[in-house]
């Protein structure tokens, strides 16, 4: 059976692995660094307490009571931090109190954490009457202050012994754990590689140990670092107010209730504790929140952060899709350099509303670079619509979200321009690029139930949009919504402005995206895929709508799909991009009735076609697509070609002429060859 489990299982890190993952990925933040430096002094000083504190910390000196610390002129090294007004050395206590405060700190939140984690699990993936038995029960704890239950209980307690403390503090702390982990599994057990698991005979035990564990065990560790220091300061808190260990055991918290009473005569009594536990407090938070970079990086810079691309405007260059120039000035005979700076972009349209010039885009990761985009440049018109096609990974969504400005952290475009309506969007401020998203771009996203709040109606949320970007009234608005939904067809706008996304089906859903992307008359509409997860005859309605409400309202168009036969039949040009470039671009019906490169004629021979012979199979292009993060040398698709040749592997073509408006990024069709007539 575990043959049959996804492979996901194999491609598990090793643990050893994982752990060196971890500690480079803290090495490269600085407050962590601070932070853990600062907490393993502190934790080194506790644990070798014995060997290196100078005295015994119990030791009294009765005719040497409040020394002053070195810095004082009456003060020796001897006694560096002083004595206390027993005349026991200050600075043994604080090494011994750290040892105290660790100790008790440290065990007290591992029971609070495997107590709190199991309890998580077992709530949230069971369900039923144990969560709500669980749950109740952590709740009836809440009510009580865990201070006053902590008071409470060793109020009563004579003899307390760091064990005592430990239980107090450690097991009512189980319940901030099991909150978070179970609301962590309650997503994950709903995930569809958890019920592949099940379909395919995994065992309960092995889909929580296995597949959901795995997926939720990372929140602990950033829990359980902030409930260090908080458990610092409660032990300190209870041993200042005489609730902690017996005087024998030197503590924080006593030493600063101790200096108290000397505070004007020998004020470093209560200085010196007070700040061991900010630094060991602050050592810890600085730890845990490099942890939580590290365990999920969008925490360090948010979901989204757009990045204004500061590199100089240039003039744009005849070679904007040239995508092996370094390459072939490296490599290429030195007669061969005034062809290629005669090679040239897509011809400019005096009525192009979009023109993308050598856009690069990258997704910086520990370790390596995803070059997600390379070099892409294409033109749109005004009223046009642009068909992209490609398989999943080729760059086409990243292009689409670098137009609107949506790429998630790290992403960022690091190269070109996206020129719309004059306007460089890569170089334009947050504001600007704001007042233009809805008004003049708009975007219609894969997932139309994800794209659309579970929490409000339709009504609302088309609503807000509408009257984003204009100043109406809520009666106008509503208006202007009933009035979008019936264009894309839907008969009933009003019970539909009720609703909630949850009650509509998918091909609905698609249809109020498409209401509300068009309500404002945008511009330009990119539609990302949007008829994916719909079934054909649903599919045929929401496209043949869109296509009638953008030839109504003059919208120019940016249609992206893997499907090519969608683009043969909706788009005006296309292109066709493979592992982040253009491979090949131009009018659509040339390109599918003449397509020049292998990848374009790859691509239409895997599409169903009624002319094929019963028992003709449809051709599968072999392979797979190149790794983003290293893509070789030469032209990408050189692995999968069919005409491969030496020069297609270590230079990358540029997009050739093949006809009037159409390039193909082919050596087949260098001028070279085409001259010497054997494309």
Same mark, same amino acid.
């Given at each position: 059976?575990?043959?049959?489990?996804?492979?996901?299982?194999?491609?598990?890190?090793?643990?050893?692995? $994982?752990?060196?993952?971890?500690?480079?990925?803290?090495?490269?933040?600085?407050?962590?660094?601070?932070?853990?430096?600062?907490?393993?002094?502190?934790?080194?000083?506790?644990? #070798?307490?014995?060997?290196?504190?100078?005295?015994?910390?119990?030791?009294?000196?009765?005719?040497?009571?409040?020394?002053?610390?070195?810095?004082?002129?009456?003060?020796?090294?001897?006694?560096?931090?002083?004595?206390?007004?027993?005349?026991?050395?200050?600075?043994?206590?604080?090494?011994?109190?750290?040892?105290?405060?660790?100790?008790?700190? %440290?065990?007290?939140?591992?029971?609070?954490?495997?107590?709190?984690?199991?309890?998580?699990?077992?709530?949230?993936?069971?369900?039923?009457?144990?969560?709500?038995?669980?749950?109740?029960?952590?709740?009836?704890?809440?009510?009580?202050?865990?201070?006053?239950?902590?008071?409470?209980?060793?109020?009563?307690?004579?003899?307390?012994?760091?064990?005592?403390?430990?239980?107090?503090?450690?097991?009512?702390?189980?319940?901030?754990?099991?909150?978070?982990?179970?609301?962590?599994?309650?997503?994950?057990?709903?995930?569809?590689?958890?019920?592949?698991?099940?379909?395919?005979?995994?065992?309960?035990?092995?889909?929580?140990?296995?597949?959901?564990?795995?997926?939720?065990?990372?929140?602990?560790?950033?829990?359980?670092?902030?409930?260090?220091? #908080?458990?610092?300061?409660?032990?300190?808190?209870?041993? %200042?107010?005489?609730?902690?260990?017996?005087?024998? #055991?030197?503590?924080?918290?006593?030493?600063?209730?101790?200096?108290?009473?000397?505070?004007?005569?020998?004020?470093?009594?209560?200085?010196?504790?007070?700040?061991?536990?900010?630094?060991?407090?602050?050592?810890? &938070?600085?730890?845990?929140?490099?942890?939580?970079?590290? %365990?999920?990086?969008?925490?360090? =810079?948010?979901?989204?952060?757009?990045?204004?691309?500061?590199?100089?405007?240039?003039?744009?260059?005849?070679?904007?899709?040239?995508?092996?120039?370094?390459?072939?000035?490296?490599?290429?005979?030195?007669?061969?350099?005034?062809?290629?700076?005669?090679?040239?972009?897509?011809?400019?349209?005096?009525?192009?509303?979009?023109?993308?010039?050598?856009? =690069?885009?990258?997704?910086?990761?520990?370790?390596?670079?995803? =070059?997600?985009?390379?070099?892409?440049?294409?033109?749109?018109?005004?009223?046009?619509?642009?068909?992209?096609?490609?398989?999943?990974?080729?760059?086409?969504?990243?292009?689409?979200?670098?137009?609107?400005?949506?790429?998630?952290?790290?992403?960022?475009?690091?190269?070109?321009?996206?020129?719309?309506?004059?306007?460089?969007?890569?170089?334009?401020?947050?504001?600007?690029?704001?007042?233009?998203?809805?008004?003049?771009?708009?975007?219609?996203?894969?997932?139309?139930?994800?794209?659309?709040?579970?929490?409000?109606?339709?009504?609302?949320?088309? $609503?807000?949009? *509408?009257?984003?970007?204009?100043?109406?009234?809520?009666?106008?608005?509503?208006?202007?919504?009933?009035?979008?939904?019936?264009?894309?067809?839907?008969?009933?706008?009003?019970?539909?402005?009720?609703?909630?996304?949850?009650?509509?089906?998918?091909?609905? &859903?698609? $249809?109020?995206m498409i209401a509300m992307a068009m309500a404002a008359r945008p511009d330009l509409l990119i539609a990302d895929e949007p008829?994916?997860?719909?079934?054909?005859?649903?599919?045929?309605?929401?496209?043949?709508?869109?296509?009638?409400?953008?030839?109504?309202?003059?919208?120019?168009?940016? %249609? *992206?799909?893997?499907?090519?036969?969608?683009?043969?039949?909706?788009?005006?040009?296309?292109?066709?991009?493979?592992?982040?470039?253009? @491979?090949?671009?131009?009018?659509?019906?040339?390109?599918i009735s003449e397509p020049r490169h292998p990848y374009t004629r790859a691509l239409l021979e895997s599409v169903p076609r009624?002319?094929?012979?019963?028992?003709?199979?449809?051709?599968?292009?072999?392979?797979?697509?190149?790794?983003?993060?290293?893509?070789?040398?030469?032209?990408?698709?050189?692995?999968?070609?069919?005409?491969?040749?030496?020069? @297609?592997?270590?230079?990358?073509?540029?997009? #050739?002429?093949?006809?009037?408006?159409?390039?193909?990024?082919?050596?087949?069709?260098?001028?070279?060859?085409?001259?010497?007539?054997?494309?």
């Open positions: 059976m575990s043959d049959a489990l996804p492979a996901v299982e194999a491609a598990a890190p090793a643990p050893a692995r $994982r752990g060196r993952f971890t500690v480079r990925a803290l090495a490269r933040r600085r407050a962590a660094v601070i932070g853990s430096t600062g907490l393993v002094l502190i934790a080194g000083l506790a644990v #070798f307490a014995p060997w290196v504190a100078p005295h015994d910390p119990a030791a009294q000196d009765l005719g040497n009571i409040l020394a002053p610390p070195f810095w004082d002129s009456a003060g020796s090294w001897e006694h560096a931090l002083g004595t206390d007004a027993l005349g026991r050395d200050t600075a043994s206590r604080l090494i011994h109190g750290a040892r105290n405060s660790l100790m008790i700190s %440290f065990a007290a939140m591992l029971i609070g954490s495997l107590l709190g984690l199991a309890a998580g699990i077992v709530s949230g993936f069971f369900g039923g009457k144990v969560d709500t038995a669980t749950m109740r029960l952590g709740e009836i704890q809440l009510a009580f202050p865990f201070i006053l239950l902590a008071i409470a209980i060793l109020g009563v307690i004579p003899g307390r012994t760091p064990l005592h403390l430990i239980l107090v503090l450690g097991i009512p702390g189980w319940i901030v754990y099991a909150r978070v982990v179970r609301s962590r599994v309650l997503a994950e057990r709903e995930r569809d590689h958890v019920r592949a698991a099940a379909a395919l005979g995994a065992r309960r035990s092995r889909q929580l140990f296995r597949y959901v564990l795995p997926s939720v065990w990372q929140v602990v560790p950033v829990i359980a670092m902030l409930d260090i220091g #908080f458990l610092v300061i409660m032990e300190s808190m209870l041993s %200042f107010l005489g609730l902690g260990l017996p005087p024998r #055991f030197p503590s924080w918290g006593a030493m600063l209730a101790e200096g108290r009473r000397n505070m004007v005569i020998s004020p470093w009594l209560s200085i010196l504790p007070g700040l061991a536990i900010m630094l060991t407090v602050l050592s810890v &938070n600085l730890t845990a929140d490099g942890l939580a970079d590290v %365990f999920d990086p969008k925490l360090r =810079k948010g979901t989204f952060r757009r990045t204004v691309l500061r590199l100089p405007e240039r003039a744009e260059p005849d070679t904007a899709n040239d995508h092996g120039a370094a390459t072939r000035r490296a490599a290429a005979p030195p007669q061969r350099s005034v062809e290629a700076g005669a090679r040239h972009a897509p011809a400019a349209s005096g009525s192009a509303l979009l023109r993308v010039r050598d856009l =690069k885009v990258e997704f910086p990761l520990p370790g390596r670079t995803i =070059k997600a985009v390379r070099g892409v440049s294409f033109d749109l018109g005004r009223g046009e619509t642009l068909g992209i096609v490609g398989e999943s990974g080729s760059g086409k969504s990243v292009t689409a979200l670098s137009i609107g400005q949506l790429l998630d952290s790290p992403g960022r475009v690091t190269g070109g321009q996206i020129l719309f309506d004059g306007q460089d969007l890569t170089r334009i401020s947050d504001r600007a690029m704001a007042a233009l998203r809805g008004r003049r771009i708009a975007m219609i996203f894969q997932n139309p139930t994800a794209s659309l709040s579970p929490v409000f109606s339709i009504g609302f949320q088309m $609503r807000e949009a *509408i009257r984003r970007h204009g100043r109406l009234h809520r009666e106008e608005a509503s208006r202007i919504a009933h009035d979008s939904l019936w264009a894309v067809g839907i008969g009933d706008p009003d019970r539909v402005l009720g609703q909630y996304p949850f009650q509509l089906s998918g091909g609905m &859903n698609q $249809r109020v008829t994916t997860a719909l079934d054909v005859t649903t599919q045929a309605q929401i496209l043949e709508r869109l296509r009638d409400l953008v030839q109504a309202e003059g919208t120019s168009l940016i %249609f *992206i799909t893997h499907d090519i036969a969608l683009v043969a039949e909706h788009a005006d040009r296309v292109v066709v991009m493979y592992a982040g470039q253009i @491979c090949e671009s131009g009018p659509t019906e040339q390109v009624p002319d094929l012979p019963a028992g003709v199979r449809l051709e599968a292009i072999p392979g797979e697509l190149p790794d983003p993060a290293s893509i070789p040398d030469g032209c990408p698709f050189a692995p999968r070609c069919p005409h491969v040749m030496d020069v @297609c592997r270590t230079v990358n073509p540029d997009q #050739f002429p093949v006809a009037p408006d159409h390039r193909a990024a082919c050596h087949l069709w260098s001028p070279d060859r085409t001259r010497a007539g054997t494309p």
